[in-house]
Each structure stands twice: as structure tokens, then as C-alpha cells.
């Protein structure tokens, strides 16, 4: 009977102590994922793409272009200025807005000119561009963390046409809250995002070669403000031909001011 009711007691014993051994672990895990999301602290999508209506945002573009023979590339330069509009809903119903853009000279000495308009949909896990050409890009996504990427193009048809230079893009964070300088002055916060960076075949451009291809892209995003900087080049140069192809161009934009 003692033998009997000392095994009771252990077995009591040994339950008790793994009921509380359980609680211990399960508060150990709890509080552990509590610390985690209070530590965790990412940046918003919010935070580098705001859209606030009557936002009017002042860049200089160098616009590069071909000559009329499609041999030089050449660079023109201008002023833009890009107004958000009222928000609307998209054909999905998600709340989107118009973004006007003007062109002026450097000088600012003729009057705006209406140029293009696009259209920015923030939604909870990314921010979607629709430009003038009616190509869709997904410029950023959660998390914002450096090396995170994302098939920024995956909405553009890149298997026939004028953008196959566009296939198999993969954008990429970098320098999460890092500083960058532009015309404006030196943002505190900022994030870049690498959409591309490729030369095929490898090396500085060869007049000789019978072929060779320049694709170029990045943007870079200012806290609480928004696109600071871009710059954009695609060029194919046809050696057999001795020139550019037609579709060659760029465009780099720097953040002049924000109103």
C-alpha cells in the first residue's frame, strides 16, 4: 500500500511538473514573439511612397534620345513637375491616384506644358505604378529590408514585343535607411531599389561588336517624401548596321523640391 501511494504521489509529482514546464515554455514563446514584433519596427510602405493629394514634386530630367541617324545617343534636359491628384477607385475598387506631369525648360521661362499621366495604387503589401504606356510596375513591396526582391516587371507581357529587355528583372532593396544626396539636399532616409543592371556581352561599349545590350535601372525612395531619384537607360546597339536601335533611351530624374 506505501509503495502504492508513494508511485501515486511521483506520478503527481512528475504531472505537476510538466504541466508547469509546459506553461513556462508556452510564456517563454509568447513573450518571446512579443519582443520580436516590438523589435522588429520595418519601414511602412507608407513611409517611402506617400500619396497625398496636391503634393507637387520638382525634378530635373536629362532625357537621352537618339540623333536622327540612330548613331549618338544625346542628352536634352528639362524641368518636371509631377502633381497628385484627387484619389479615385481603380477598376478593382482600390483606391488609387492620378499623378500629372509638366515639362518646362531648365530655366523655367515658358509655361508648363502638360506631358503625361500616371497613376500610383498603394495597397497593404505593395505600391503598383501604372505609367503613360500603360505598363503596370510593382515599384515596392513588404518587408523593406536590404536583399529583399521581387519581380517588379511580372505584370508586363516581356515574352513578345517592344519589352523583352524587361524579362526576368528581379528588383532588389538596398541601403534601408541609409542618406542620399540630391539636388534638393542630403535625405536622411532613403531606400534604393535596383531593378536592373546588366551589359550583354560584358564591357564598356565597342563600336565593333556585332551586338551589344545596356540595361539600366534604379530608383531611389526618400522617407516621407517619396521618388527622389531614377535613372533609367536601355540601349541595343546593331553593329552590323553601325547604329542604335530605334527603341534606345533613357531618363534620370533628381529631386529638385517638394510643395
Not at 8 to 27: D, E, N, P, Q, R
Not at 78 to 89: F, H, M, P, Q, W
Not at 194 to 206: A, Y
Not at 234 to 248: A, V
Amino acid at each position: 500500500m506505501f509503495r502504492k501511494q508513494t508511485n501515486l504521489a511521483l506520478m503527481k509529482k512528475l504531472a505537476g511538473t510538466a504541466c508547469f514546464c509546459i506553461l513556462f515554455v508556452t510564456l517563454c514563446v509568447l513573450q518571446g514573439c512579443k519582443k520580436q514584433s516590438t523589435n522588429l519596427n520595418l519601414p511602412q510602405l507608407a513611409d517611402y511612397y506617400p500619396t497625398q493629394p496636391g503634393k507637387v514634386f520638382i525634378y530635373r530630367l536629362d532625357s537621352t534620345y537618339l540623333d536622327v541617324t540612330y548613331t549618338q545617343l544625346l542628352v536634352s534636359s528639362y524641368l518636371i513637375k509631377d502633381s497628385i491628384g484627387t484619389v479615385y477607385n481603380d477598376n478593382l475598387g482600390r483606391a488609387s491616384y492620378p499623378v500629372y506631369r509638366f515639362i518646362t525648360d531648365t530655366l523655367n521661362s515658358t509655361p508648363w506644358q502638360a506631358l503625361v499621366t500616371y497613376y500610383i495604387t498603394p495597397t497593404t503589401q505593395d505600391v503598383e505604378v501604372v505609367d503613360d504606356n500603360n505598363l503596370r510596375f510593382i515599384k515596392l513591396v513588404e518587408p523593406i529590408v536590404d536583399s529583399f526582391t521581387w519581380s517588379g516587371n511580372s505584370y508586363i507581357n516581356t515574352q513578345t514585343g517592344t519589352y523583352q529587355y524587361m524579362a526576368g528583372w528581379n528588383y532588389i532593396y538596398r541601403n534601408v535607411n541609409q542618406p542620399y544626396t540630391v539636388l534638393k539636399g542630403t535625405v536622411d532616409s532613403t531606400v534604393t531599389v535596383l531593378q536592373d543592371d546588366n551589359t550583354s556581352p560584358p564591357g564598356p561599349f565597342d563600336p565593333s561588336n556585332a551586338f551589344q545590350e545596356r540595361d539600366y535601372s534604379i530608383e531611389v525612395y526618400g522617407k516621407g517624401i517619396g521618388l527622389i531619384y531614377k535613372d533609367f537607360l536601355h540601349w541595343i546597339w546593331q553593329g552590323g548596321m553601325q547604329q542604335y536601335d530605334p527603341y534606345s533611351y533613357g531618363i534620370r530624374l533628381n529631386l529638385i523640391s517638394v510643395q
